[in-house]
C-alpha cells in the first residue's frame, strides 16, 4: 500500500519536528507513482503533486501520525477536495420534463446507465421515460427496449433511418403526451476526434435543450481520459460525469483526470451489471481506492 | 559536454512523458528511459535517439506469433473471444467473419452471450450483415449448450472458421470465469485442438487494469493472443507493450473502426511509429 511504502521512505523521520522539503520530495515521488499507476493522468499528477508539495513542507508533524501517515493524509485530503468534497445531484428542471442527455465514448456503459438511471428515478417517484437515439449500432434500440421492458419503463424509439435529433424532439413531444417528467437521452458512442458525429451530437443537444448532458466513462480509462473529458465538455458541454465497471478492481484515475480538465463533478458510479448497480458519488472512497 | 548532457535530459524526460501518456505504465516507462540514456551513451551521437527507444520497444512487441493459427484442413478452426465488458468482442468477431467471408469461406458465429439485453440480436444482424451462418439459443440460456451446438453444426456443414462471441464479465467475477472455463472445456471436448485461439479483446483506452484483465484470462482458461479495438481514437494502446513483456501474449488484431472492415493485423513498426506521432 501507499502508506507502507511512504513509512518505509519517511522511517527515519520518527521523532523529527517538521517535514522538510528534501522529506517531502522523497514522500511525492511515491505518490506521483501511485497516482500513475492508479493511471491518474501525467499532466494531472504533475498539478497536483507541486500543489501538495507547497501544503505539506513546513507542516508539523502531527503526535498522533508517524510523518508517511501525515503525508497521506495531506494528498488524500487533497484529492477528496479535488475530487468535488461533497455529493453532486441531478438538476432537475422546475418545470417538467428534466431532460438528460448521456453521451461518451463507444462501449463505456451509457445504454446499460440510461436503464439504471431511469430505474433509480422511478424509485424515487418521477415518471422517467428513455430515448433511443443510436442509430448506428446494430441492435441498440432493441438493447433500450427490452431493458425499458423489464423495468417497465417507457422506451420512445422510431427505427434507425431517422435522424438522432428528430428521434430526440418527437421524444419529448412523446414525454409531454405521457406526462413523463423525466426524458433519459441514450445516445450512440462516439469518438470525440469525429467531427461528423460530434456535430451530430450538438445537433441532439440543441433539439432538446437537455437540463443535464453526463459523460459517460469507463474507470479502466488509461492517460485518453483528459483527451475525452476536455473535447466533449469543448464541443457540447458536459454537466457531470458518470464513473461505469467500478464494481471492477481498476483502481479509477480516470475520475481525477476528467474532474481536474472539467471541473465538472462525478455524479454517479456504475457498479454491476445489473439494473441496480448505480450509486452515488462519494469523492473520499474515491480518493482512497485511487491513491491504493 | 555539459549544455549536451543537459539537451539529452530534456529529451529523455520527454519520450518518458510519451511513454506515460501512452499507457506504457509509470515504472516500466523509467526503465524504458533509463535503458536508452545507456544505449545512447555508449552509441555516441551516431544514432537518433528516437531510433533507438522505438527498437527497444520493437524487441519487446516483435518476437511472438501474429498468425491466427489453423486447425487440420477438413475442420473448422474455432477462435474464442473472450474480455471484460465493452471492449468491442462482438464487433470484432464480426469483422473477423467479414474479413474470412470475402477470402470465400464458411463462417460460423455462435451466439455464446446469452446475459446481455439484445446481444444474440446484435451478432444476428452481424451475421446478415457479413453473410456468416450464426447459432443462438434464448437469452438467458447456457453459453456452453450454445458452443456445443454450434461446433456440432460446425462439423456437420463444413464450416471453416467457427467464431465464438462471450458475454463481458469482469476478471474478478470468479464465477463468470468458471463460465468461461466451462465454455472453453466444452469446444476442446468436442473437438480436439479446439479452440485454437483465444483471443482476449482490449479496449486501447484502458490503463493499467489491461495487465490485470490479460494476467487473470490468461491464468484462468489461457490467452493466444490480443485484439486490441478503438486505436482510431487518440489512444495509443500502450499497454499491449506491458502485456508481451510481462505474459508474452502477442498482439494479433487491431480494430481501427465500428464498420466490418476495421480490423488489422497487428503491425508492430506502424504501432510503435503512432506512439511517438
Ligand atoms: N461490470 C459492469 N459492467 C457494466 C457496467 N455498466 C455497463 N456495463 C457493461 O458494459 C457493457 C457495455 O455497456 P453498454 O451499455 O452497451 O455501453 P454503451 O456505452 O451503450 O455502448 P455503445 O452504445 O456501443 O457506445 C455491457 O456489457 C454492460 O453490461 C458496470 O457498472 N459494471
Ligand atoms: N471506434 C471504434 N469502435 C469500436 C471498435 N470496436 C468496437 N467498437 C464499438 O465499441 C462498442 C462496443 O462494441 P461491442 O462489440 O458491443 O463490445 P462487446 O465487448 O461485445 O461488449 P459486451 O458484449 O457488452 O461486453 C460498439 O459501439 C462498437 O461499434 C473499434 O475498433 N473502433
Ligand atoms: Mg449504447
Ligand atoms: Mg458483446
Same mark, same amino acid.
Given at each position: 500500500?501507499?502508506?507502507?511504502?511512504l513509512?518505509?521512505?519517511l522511517?527515519?523521520?520518527?521523532?523529527?519536528?517538521?517535514l522538510?522539503? *528534501?522529506?517531502v520530495?522523497?514522500a511525492?515521488?511515491?505518490v506521483?507513482?501511485?497516482?500513475?499507476?492508479?493511471?491518474?493522468?501525467?499532466?494531472?499528477?504533475?498539478?497536483?503533486?507541486?500543489?501538495?508539495?507547497?501544503?505539506a513542507?513546513?507542516?508539523?508533524?502531527?503526535?498522533?501520525?508517524?510523518p508517511a501517515q501525515q503525508v497521506v493524509k495531506i494528498v488524500?485530503?487533497?484529492?477528496?477536495?479535488?475530487?468535488?468534497? *461533497?455529493?453532486?445531484?441531478?438538476?432537475?428542471?422546475?418545470?417538467?420534463?428534466?431532460?438528460?442527455?448521456?453521451?461518451?465514448?463507444?462501449?463505456?456503459?451509457?445504454?446499460?446507465?440510461?436503464?439504471?438511471?431511469?430505474?433509480?428515478?422511478?424509485?424515487?417517484?418521477?415518471?422517467?421515460?428513455?430515448?433511443?437515439?443510436?442509430?448506428?449500432?446494430?441492435?441498440?434500440?432493441?438493447?433500450?427496449?427490452?431493458?425499458?421492458?423489464?423495468?417497465?419503463?417507457?422506451?420512445?424509439?422510431?427505427?434507425?433511418?431517422?435522424?438522432?435529433?428528430?428521434?430526440?424532439?418527437?421524444?419529448?413531444?412523446?414525454?409531454?403526451?405521457?406526462?413523463?417528467?423525466?426524458?433519459?437521452?441514450?445516445?450512440?458512442?462516439?469518438?470525440?476526434?469525429?467531427?461528423?458525429?460530434?456535430?451530430?451530437?450538438?445537433?441532439?443537444?440543441?433539439?432538446?435543450?437537455?437540463?443535464?448532458?453526463?459523460?459517460?466513462?469507463?474507470?479502466?480509462?488509461?492517460?485518453?481520459?483528459?483527451?475525452?473529458?476536455?473535447?466533449?465538455?469543448?464541443?457540447?458541454?458536459?454537466?457531470?460525469?458518470?464513473?461505469? *465497471?467500478?464494481?471492477?478492481?481498476?483502481?479509477?484515475?480516470?475520475?481525477?483526470?476528467?474532474?481536474?480538465?472539467?471541473? *465538472?463533478?462525478?455524479?454517479?458510479?456504475?457498479?454491476?451489471?445489473?439494473?441496480?448497480?448505480?450509486?452515488?458519488?462519494?469523492?473520499?472512497?474515491?480518493?482512497?481506492?485511487?491513491?491504493? | 559536454?555539459?549544455?549536451?548532457?543537459?539537451?539529452?535530459?530534456?529529451?529523455?524526460?520527454?519520450?518518458?512523458?510519451?511513454?506515460?501518456?501512452?499507457?506504457?505504465?509509470?515504472?516500466?516507462?523509467?526503465?524504458?528511459?533509463?535503458?536508452?540514456?545507456?544505449?545512447?551513451?555508449?552509441?555516441?551521437?551516431?544514432?537518433?535517439?528516437?531510433?533507438?527507444?522505438?527498437? /527497444?520497444?520493437?524487441?519487446?512487441?516483435?518476437?511472438?506469433?501474429?498468425?491466427?493459427?489453423?486447425?487440420?484442413?477438413?475442420?473448422?478452426?474455432?477462435?474464442?473471444?473472450?474480455?471484460?465488458?465493452?471492449?468491442?468482442?462482438?464487433?470484432?468477431?464480426?469483422?473477423?467473419?467479414?474479413?474470412?467471408?470475402?477470402?470465400?469461406?464458411?463462417?460460423? !458465429?455462435?451466439?455464446?452471450?446469452?446475459?446481455?439485453?439484445?446481444?444474440?440480436?446484435?451478432?444476428?444482424?452481424?451475421?446478415?450483415?457479413?453473410?456468416? !451462418?450464426?447459432?443462438?439459443?434464448?437469452?438467458?440460456?447456457?453459453?456452453?449448450?450454445?458452443?456445443?451446438?454450434?461446433?456440432?453444426?460446425?462439423?456437420?456443414?463444413?464450416?471453416?472458421?467457427?467464431?465464438?462471441?462471450?458475454?463481458?464479465?469482469?476478471?474478478?467475477?470468479?464465477?463468470?470465469?468458471?463460465?468461461?472455463?466451462?465454455?472453453?472445456?466444452?469446444?476442446?471436448? /468436442?473437438?480436439?485442438?479446439?479452440?485454437?485461439?483465444?483471443?482476449?479483446?482490449?479496449?486501447?483506452?484502458?490503463?493499467?487494469?489491461?495487465?490485470?484483465?490479460?494476467?487473470?484470462?490468461?491464468?484462468?482458461?489461457?490467452?493466444?493472443?490480443?485484439?486490441?479495438?478503438?486505436?482510431?481514437?487518440?489512444?495509443?494502446?500502450?499497454?499491449?507493450?506491458?502485456?508481451? /513483456?510481462?505474459?508474452?501474449?502477442?498482439?494479433?488484431?487491431?480494430?481501427?473502426?465500428?464498420?466490418?472492415?476495421?480490423?488489422?493485423?497487428? /503491425?508492430?513498426? !506502424?504501432?510503435?511509429?503512432?506512439?511517438?506521432?
Amino acid at each position: 500500500s501507499l502508506t507502507a511504502k511512504l513509512q518505509e521512505a519517511l522511517r527515519r523521520l520518527r521523532g523529527k519536528g517538521k517535514l522538510s522539503e *528534501k522529506d517531502v520530495d522523497e514522500a511525492l515521488r511515491e505518490v506521483r507513482l501511485a497516482l500513475l499507476e492508479a493511471d491518474v493522468n501525467f499532466k494531472v499528477v504533475k498539478d497536483f503533486i507541486s500543489e501538495i508539495k507547497q501544503k505539506a513542507i513546513g507542516q508539523e508533524v502531527l503526535t498522533s501520525l508517524t510523518p508517511a501517515q501525515q503525508v497521506v493524509k495531506i494528498v488524500l485530503e487533497g484529492l477528496t477536495a479535488l475530487m468535488g468534497g *461533497k455529493e453532486a445531484r441531478i438538476a432537475f428542471a422546475s418545470t417538467p420534463p428534466t431532460v438528460i442527455m448521456l453521451v461518451g465514448l463507444q462501449g463505456s456503459g451509457k445504454t446499460t446507465t440510461a436503464a439504471k438511471l431511469a430505474r433509480m428515478l422511478k424509485g424515487q417517484g418521477r415518471r422517467p421515460m428513455m430515448v433511443a437515439c443510436d442509430t448506428q449500432r446494430p441492435a441498440a434500440i432493441t438493447q433500450l427496449e427490452v431493458l425499458g421492458q423489464r423495468l417497465d419503463i417507457p422506451v420512445f424509439s422510431m427505427g434507425d433511418k431517422v435522424a438522432p435529433d428528430k428521434i430526440a424532439k418527437a421524444g419529448l413531444s412523446r414525454a409531454a403526451d405521457i406526462a413523463a417528467d423525466v426524458v433519459i437521452v441514450d445516445t450512440a458512442g462516439r469518438l470525440h476526434i469525429d467531427q461528423e458525429l460530434m456535430d451530430q451530437l450538438r445537433d441532439i443537444r440543441q433539439s432538446v435543450t437537455p437540463h443535464e448532458v453526463l459523460l459517460v466513462v469507463d474507470a479502466m480509462t488509461g492517460q485518453d481520459a483528459v483527451n475525452v473529458a476536455k473535447a466533449f465538455n469543448e464541443t457540447i458541454g458536459i454537466d457531470g460525469v458518470i464513473l461505469t *465497471k467500478l464494481d471492477g478492481d481498476a483502481r479509477g484515475g480516470a475520475a481525477l483526470s476528467c474532474r481536474a480538465v472539467t471541473g *465538472k463533478p462525478i455524479k454517479f458510479v456504475g457498479v454491476g451489471e445489473k439494473l441496480d448497480a448505480l450509486e452515488p458519488f462519494y469523492p473520499d472512497r474515491m480518493a482512497s481506492r485511487i491513491l491504493g | 559536454v555539459g549544455g549536451r548532457a543537459r539537451l539529452d535530459q530534456d529529451t529523455l524526460d520527454q519520450i518518458e512523458e510519451i511513454l506515460i501518456e501512452a499507457d506504457i505504465g509509470a515504472v516500466r516507462a523509467s526503465q524504458l528511459v533509463e535503458k536508452l540514456r545507456d544505449e545512447v551513451k555508449r552509441s555516441g551521437n551516431g544514432t537518433r535517439v528516437n531510433d533507438i527507444i522505438k527498437n /527497444d520497444l520493437l524487441e519487446i512487441l516483435g518476437q511472438g506469433n501474429a498468425e491466427i493459427t489453423r486447425a487440420e484442413p477438413g475442420t473448422p478452426t474455432v477462435i474464442m473471444f473472450v474480455g471484460v465488458n465493452g471492449t468491442g468482442k462482438t464487433t470484432t468477431v464480426a469483422k473477423l467473419a467479414f474479413h474470412y467471408r470475402t477470402r470465400g469461406h464458411k463462417v460460423m !458465429m455462435a451466439a455464446a452471450d446469452t446475459f446481455r439485453a439484445a446481444a444474440i440480436q446484435q451478432l444476428e444482424a452481424w451475421g446478415k450483415k457479413v453473410g456468416a !451462418m450464426v447459432v443462438s439459443h434464448e437469452e438467458g440460456g447456457d453459453p456452453a449448450a450454445v458452443a456445443y451446438d454450434a461446433v456440432q453444426a460446425a462439423k456437420a456443414r463444413g464450416v471453416d472458421y467457427l467464431l465464438v462471441d462471450t458475454a463481458g464479465r469482469l476478471h474478478t467475477r470468479v464465477n463468470l470465469m468458471e463460465e468461461l472455463k466451462k465454455i472453453k472445456r466444452v469446444i476442446a471436448r /468436442d473437438l480436439p485442438g479446439a479452440p485454437h485461439e483465444v483471443l482476449l479483446v482490449i479496449d486501447a483506452t484502458t490503463g493499467q487494469n489491461a495487465i490485470s484483465q490479460a494476467k487473470v484470462f490468461s491464468q484462468e482458461i489461457g490467452v493466444t493472443g490480443i485484439a486490441l479495438t478503438k486505436l482510431d481514437g487518440t489512444a495509443k494502446g500502450g499497454i499491449v507493450v506491458a502485456i508481451k /513483456d510481462e505474459l508474452g501474449i502477442p498482439v494479433k488484431l487491431v480494430g481501427i473502426g465500428e464498420g466490418p472492415e476495421d480490423l488489422k493485423p497487428f /503491425d508492430p513498426v !506502424m504501432f510503435v511509429n503512432a506512439l511517438f506521432e
